[in-house]
């Protein structure tokens, strides 16, 4: 990490200091005291922030740095699966050797090498935010060849960062959630994608979460889909292009998140 990031990461460390977390008891606490303190939002589409079609020539470019990235850390693939089993897979090894935690003080690059060099098998103290996690998978799946996207969903309330990601068998996107280890379904089964998915809620139909997990336990479902899922949904963007170089990945919260995520290809 070059001195331009630590002095960015020692300021934002600074202001943030009240709210940090470094243990996993104090996580939990913190989101009953949330959950217990919850008042539910309503859902009203704005779609303000996504200022910029994507380009998807450059959305889903791979980074040379990143060309043995699954490797490197053991994330399952297998060019005889589906690209969703293979998401599926990759988002559960992300999920079975690192933490989440949304006020963690491991402040890092958007860059997915970087982000599992200081979490990857480390104590809950180095805990990955929402961000972190999406930028994470969304680089191993490109890693592989399999198209993602970091989504940033954002509403007065609050954000969150979920994964889009392409099923070529399938010709369409599903999101994936890797704080949690999720994805979304219909009635029927079938996988969501995000645009999908907010229809859902507004119209209030059914949605299925699969794979849900937070700190290994299922608590708090039901607030996590309200307040992490539901309540952010307002607005839906992406970044402009994954051709980052090492001067956007070392900043803080470097990459701009104002470009409209395409709902198909």
């Known amino acids: 990490m070059n001195l331009f990031f630590l002095i960015r990461r020692a300021k934002l460390l600074f202001y943030m200091r009240k709210k940090l977390i470094s243990s996993k008891e104090d996580y939990f606490a913190f989101l009953k005291k949330c959950a217990e303190e919850y008042k539910p939002q309503t859902l009203v589409v704005k779609d303000a922030t996504a200022e910029i079609d994507a380009d998807c020539n450059v959305l889903f470019c791979k980074i040379d740095a990143h060309r043995d990235l699954a490797e490197r850390f053991g994330f399952p693939f297998s060019s005889e699966r589906s690209d969703k089993e293979n998401a599926l897979a990759i988002m559960r090894h992300l999920t079975e050797h690192t933490h989440y935690c949304g ?43 399999i198209k993602a996207l970091p989504v940033c969903a954002t509403a007065e309330s609050g954000c969150h960062f979920l994964v889009h990601v392409w099923l070529k068998e399938e010709n369409r ?3 994936l959630d890797p704080s949690f280890n999720c994805s979304f379904h219909d009635e029927s089964g079938k996988a969501l994608s995000v645009f999908a998915l907010r229809d859902s809620i507004i119209q209030h139909r059914t949605v299925r979460i699969d794979g ?27 970044w402009k292009t ?9 900043k803080v919260c470097g990459a ?7 709902r198909t290809l």
């Open 103 to 145: 006020y963690t003080k491991n402040i890092l690059p958007d860059d997915g090498a970087e982000i599992l060099q200081n979490s990857f098998n480390l104590p809950f103290e180095k805990a990955l935010n929402c961000r972190s996690k999406a930028i994470a998978l969304t680089d191993v799946l490109n890693a592989v060849g």
């Open 212 to 238: 849900y997990a937070f700190l290994g336990t299922d608590a708090f479902k039901d607030y996590y889909f309200s307040a992490f899922v539901s309540d952010v949904l307002e607005n839906i963007a992406t």
């Open 242 to 250: 994954n051709q980052r170089g090492k001067k956007e990945m070392s």
């Open 173 to 175: 996107f599903i999101v």
């Open 256 to 262: 701009a998140f104002h470009t409209r995520v395409p």
